[in-house]
Structures are given as structure tokens and as C-alpha cells.
């Protein structure tokens, strides 16, 4: 069984990287269909950049959130870089692609992709699969 942990909060001894602003900045809420479509290489599924540095909708500047649609049977070759990413499924089964071997992944994994991780993805199943991937900082 896992050991719970206690959050401490997100206050430190050290001082902060980003000046905080006299009055706090209100959220941006967005939807997919406000986000910015992006297509990978030589890949037929489609991505939309939901926050990310391009989308003025929820301009971030040190996180990258988009949504990548894989219908079935698209491949998106494996490749590498040094952004940290993690893979959160959300609909579908597909096949990740690594350095050393291949794992199936379904609704509900979390996959956390450390910098140069060699990783690629298909979808092997019959409906599109969603996966919602979280980079830092983000890709350009």
C-alpha cells in the first residue's frame, strides 16, 4: 500500500521566480475549441494547443496542455526531446513505443516522459484515442 504524504503547501524559504504582481491575475477558462491546432510530422492525428505559449486563450508561458486526437490505426513515430512531458489518456488503447520495448496503454494511465525519453504512440484500437499531454516548459 502506498504511504499518503501531507501537503506542506506551496510556500519556501526561497525567493520566487516570478514576481508576484500587486493584484493577483484572474484565470483564463478555456475549451479545446478555443485552443490552437498543431500537426505532428508525418502523423495523421491532430493536436490543439489548449495552454501554450501560442494560444492567446491562456497564453502560458512555462507549461504546454494539449489535447492530441489519434484516430485508429495512426502512428506517431517515436522521437525525442528535451521538454519533460506526461501522457494522461483519456479515451482509447494505443501502443507506446520506447527506447527498449513497447507497452500498452489505456484510459486511465499516466505515462511521465523524462527529457530525451525516445517515445512514440499508436493507436490500436477502434475509436480515436484522446490523450491529454502535459509538457514543461512547453514545445514551440
Not at 4 to 18: C, L, M, R, V, W
Not at 45 to 50: F, M, P, Q, S
Not at 111 to 137: D, F, K, M, Q, R
Request: charged share 15%; with cysteine.
Amino acid at each position: 500500500m502506498a504511504t499518503i504524504t501531507e501537503f506542506k503547501g506551496y510556500q519556501s524559504d526561497a525567493p520566487p521566480t516570478i514576481p508576484k504582481p500587486e493584484t493577483p491575475p484572474d484565470p483564463m477558462i478555456v475549451t479545446v475549441q478555443e485552443g490552437v491546432p498543431v500537426v505532428y510530422p508525418n502523423c495523421h492525428g491532430l493536436g490543439v494547443r489548449v495552454v501554450h505559449p501560442v494560444n492567446p486563450n491562456a497564453p502560458s508561458k512555462n507549461l504546454g496542455l494539449v489535447m492530441f486526437y489519434v484516430p485508429p490505426h495512426v502512428v506517431l513515430s517515436p522521437g525525442s526531446h528535451e521538454t519533460e512531458e506526461t501522457y494522461v489518456i483519456l479515451e482509447g488503447t494505443g501502443t507506446m513505443t520506447f527506447t527498449r520495448y513497447k507497452r500498452e496503454v489505456k484510459k486511465g494511465d499516466f505515462v511521465y516522459l523524462p527529457p530525451w525519453c525516445l517515445h512514440g504512440i499508436e493507436n490500436t484500437g477502434t475509436e480515436t484515442l484522446v490523450v491529454l499531454i502535459a509538457t514543461s516548459p512547453p514545445n514551440p
